[in-house]
């Protein structure tokens, strides 16, 4: 959600990276994410994400990523 609102919803881009550590194990309920962008360039974006859940928002994993962001095509491409 956090990189497609920034990159947009297109459909040639990807995910170049994904790295998931997992802390602890999360007990039942709810979970929230945390993202930060920690780059936001023309083509890439870097991001990080804390994934947190129980009544004390403990951190349940850390994941890193990064998202291919392709360049934009002018209106007279996409017909």
Do not use: Q, W
Not at 13 to 32: C, H, Q, W, Y
Not at 37 to 46: A, D, F, H, R, T
Not at 70 to 78: F, G, I, L, T, Y
């Amino acid at each position: 959600v956090c990189v497609l609102s920034h990159a947009g919803p297109d459909a040639l881009s990807v995910t170049t990276n994904l790295n998931i550590n997992f802390m602890r194990k999360a007990e039942a309920g709810p979970i929230d994410g945390h993202c930060r962008i920690l780059k936001l360039g023309k083509s890439l974006m870097v991001f990080d994400i804390d994934i947190v859940a129980g009544p004390d928002g403990h951190t349940v994993a850390h994941a890193t990523g990064t998202y291919s962001i392709p360049p934009k095509r002018s209106a007279d491409a996409v017909k």
